[in-house]
């Protein structure tokens, strides 16, 4: 049976400080690390001129993701690629991550060893160097990350910060995720070869790192959050946040495209789209003023601009008629039965 | 049933920010708090002059505690206590602190208020502010902790650090929450009234903060460490990290009491205090030139002598006649059953 030290060993090996390996090529990380795993707590020096962007995220089996069809790597590579979103929608840039791990004894060989591997993978391309963590042992598989990141001191992006007249705008393309989860429902975990590629956003989403940190240092943004509940919902908590409403133009959302074959199940792209989560796609809001330098797309991703912020504290969906009707919340609560 | 939105925000009431209660009155915390609950993810202002210290811990129903016999409110308080005790072995003073909790649906009413009710309790004592956290719904009561603390720059007191020669102390007594971990099993989680007194360290123990930031701050202590684990586990922890040894006098040893009535169960005081873990005691090392300014006791708690740190890296306890025989690490490790 492994022990307490050895597992420590196992993950402490996995994640060697600190290189990130972007496009562009690799830059060292952690150089702020005084003390890391091994010790009570992990020791960080502070950086001058920023502000510490903090998150914490659960990872759950049987919740966020099964054994049984979800290999290892892939679950590894999500847990710590939705946290990390969460400062993607601040305008931070990463630095540390803590793993909190409860696993039952039958996973702490291969399956650990997967997501491990597929954990290290995000942490690079990411530029996150694991600082901390802690292990148990439970009969069920339970992560919990704690992802640090930086911004320039006083520029993170709040949900707050949305006015009336503000555009509306969207990374990517939305409904991907909540498809591939359907897929992934509808064959029984198999995970069929041939829906591939619709099943990446899901098993392997990708934090929107780069566009949310350039802006935040552009300081275009007015109001940002990470697309985790799906649309409907995300949105709502914007405009709580900012005491606003908003109107979303349907024609204007760049929805999931369906592939023919599965037409006939019946899945609405616009539902999907609208109140799909785990995107991790970034919605924000663009002062008009600056509306015009707004690229339409950041690093090979497309900027959409799917309506516009009111007064009227109601949300809207506009159809190509002008036709508006309530947009209720219907993303993912996790206290609610879907 | 109860929302997301709801439940967040009856935490967010259990904590408001931010007043630390003293025995020498209140003074105000969470200055640095740029952004809470609410948002994708806190933003902490940096302090010039420190180091962050930052520690995450689990707290799992059934392996740290049981819904039956164990009040909310105890559990509360000892999930927020036990994460915060490895600040104090570093010598960091507590600032923030994350809660991220799954909660079976039965939970989330009065069980779940205790709970938030015995943290918040914890909180103010400890001078933590809440920050955030996220919430999920599980089969199972799991809660993760990640505590952050401060400490001037450079002063943290590593399990590294320890020498030949130096002393071996700890504060206040060892096999108490052992102790009233027996009875509660034996009386089935019953909690008998008039053991009251010796189930207290096991339901509501009370991190070292103030003697290990003193500690740290004075210079003291060349290593140091939580006894979590129990004795002999924790100073193997220290010997490795410092690549030492130690001999332990046992009759040195400030072992619990256990009472008369209890004697027949065969338990063994010394064996409590050796093996037993859950006391969050600090267990440090002093150079011997500084030990005669160590004083006996520190806000009421006693400083006791247990041993020496040596070259010879092997760990020893030696009994009243000078008779040593190794120690072996008999204290808890989550991936070995008892």
């Keep these: 049976m492994v022990s307490e030290e050895q597992l420590i060993e196992r993950v402490r090996r996995r994640f060697p400080p600190g290189l990130r390996e972007t496009s562009s090529g690799s830059r060292r990380t952690g150089a702020g690390l005084r003390v890391g795993i091994g010790d009570d707590a992990a020791v960080l020096a502070q950086t001058p001129g920023s502000d510490w ?58 399956w650990l060893d997967g997501l491990l591997s597929g954990m290290a993978q995000a942490a690079r391309r990411f530029g996150l160097v694991l600082a901390g963590g802690d292990t148990s042992r439970y009969p069920t598989i339970v992560a919990s990350l704690t992802v640090i990141g930086e911004v320039a001191r006083g520029r993170a992006v709040l949900r707050s910060g949305a006015k009336p007249g503000d555009l509306l705008c969207v990374t990517g393309r939305l409904g991907e995720a909540a498809l591939g989860l359907r897929i992934m429902q509808q064959r029984k975990h198999r995970r069929p070869l041939q829906w591939r590629h619709h099943l990446k956003k899901h098993l392997h989403p990708e934090p929107r790192l780069a566009i949310g940190s350039w802006l ?29 409403g908003a109107i979303v133009q349907a024609a204007s959302l760049p929805v999931v495209r369906i592939p023919a074959e599965l037409r006939p199940q019946d899945w609405n792209a616009l539902n999907l789209a609208l109140h799909g989560g785990e995107d991790y796609e970034l919605l924000f809001t663009v002062p008009k003023k600056v509306a015009g330098r707004l690229p339409r797309d950041i690093g090979g991703v497309p900027i959409t601009v799917i309506g516009e912020i009111t007064k009227a504290k109601s949300i809207l969906v506009a159809d190509k008629g002008g036709r508006t009707k309530p ?6 609560d996790p206290f609610h039965q879907r």
């Excluded at 759950?60 to 993607?88: I, M």
């Excluded at 409907?232 to 914007?238: E, G, K, V, W, Y």
Aim: glycine share 10%.
């Design 53 to 110: 962007v903090i998150t914490t995220d659960a990872f759950l089996e049987n919740v966020h993701f099964l054994q049984k069809g979800y290999p290892p790597n892939d679950v590894g590579y999500k847990a710590l690629a939705r946290a990390t979103s969460d400062l993607a929608a601040m305008g931070a840039r990463p630095r540390y991550f803590f793993l909190t791990m409860a696993l039952p004894e039958g996973t702490t060989g291969a």
């Design 327 to 332: 947009l209720r919340a219907g993303g993912w």
């Design 216 to 244: 935040a240092e552009q300081g275009f943004a007015s109001s940002m959050i990470d697309t985790s509940d799906g649309l409907s919902t995300d949105l709502r908590h914007i405009c709580q946040a900012s005491g606003v």
